[in-house]
Nanobody, 132 residues
Framework: QVQLVESGGGLVQPGGSLRLSCAAS????????VGWFRQAPGKEREAVSC??????????YYAGPVKGRFTVSRDNARNMVTLQMNDLKPEDTGVYFC???????????????????????WGQGTQVLVSS
């Protein structure tokens, strides 16, 4: 079955960096757009970033609060997506989830690839705490 496993979370001081990874199995990886979402305590889940597949030339998408600080990439040979997070702020604290949206062999990403409604498969999440 499809599995998404996040790793790389932890405690970091403001201004620091973390690198999250999402390892996928049980799927044809290039048939999926992969997104990152986060949920802070007491808040709704929100989009962070996503990356398209070869149908979309691996285009990266970012939510406004993380533009210029986060970078998403994917390695189809390893079935992995990475989120490099720099200049972290306390408001980046939360549980980070990766999720996968099926496009098939030739399908395009959804109209709003940062909307979580399009993502069917989800990982268990990894905790990120930004605090001094």
């Amino acid at each position: 079955q499809v599995q998404l496993v996040e790793s790389g979370g932890g405690l970091v001081q403001p201004g620091g960096s973390l690198r999250l990874s999402c390892a996928a199995s049980g799927l044809t990886f290039d048939y999926y757009v992969v997104g990152w979402f986060r949920q802070a305590p007491g808040k709704e889940r929100e989009a962070v970033s996503c990356i398209g597949n070869s149908n979309d030339d691996f285009r990266a998408y970012y939510a406004g609060p993380v533009k210029g600080r986060f970078t998403v990439s994917r390695d189809n040979a390893r079935n992995m997506v990475t989120l490099q997070m720099n200049d972290l702020k306390p408001e980046d604290t939360g549980v980070y989830f990766c999720a996968a949206h099926y496009t098939g062999r030739v399908g395009r990403p959804p109209r709003d690839p940062l909307s979580d409604v399009y993502y069917y498969y989800w990982g268990q999440g990894t905790q990120v705490l930004v605090s001094s």
